[in-house]
């Protein structure tokens, strides 16, 4: 049976979708970890935008 080949999140590397690879959906620990800095820096973001679209309707 073949596995799934998915993309790498952060750098777009094609990876075996297996429980072998601890690092899944990632194709590394540096991916992975680049990943959870950006969580981290906050630079995963809502826009701005989307924010206040949810505010106006509030009211």
Same mark, same amino acid.
């Given at each position: 049976?073949?596995?799934?080949?998915?993309?790498?999140?952060?750098?777009?590397?094609?990876?075996? $979708?297996? &429980? /072998?690879?601890?690092?899944? +959906?990632?194709?590394?620990?540096?991916? %992975?970890?680049?990943?959870?800095?950006? $969580?981290? &820096? /906050?630079?995963?973001?809502? +826009?701005?935008?989307?924010?206040?679209? %949810?505010?106006?309707?509030?009211?």
């Amino acid at each position: 049976m073949k596995r799934p080949v998915v993309t790498c999140p952060q750098c777009g590397e094609a990876v075996e $979708w297996n &429980t /072998e690879n601890r690092f899944r +959906p990632f194709c590394s620990e540096r991916c %992975k970890l680049i990943d959870l800095g950006q $969580w981290a &820096t /906050e630079s995963y973001r809502i +826009p701005e935008a989307e924010q206040k679209i %949810k505010d106006e309707e509030k009211n």
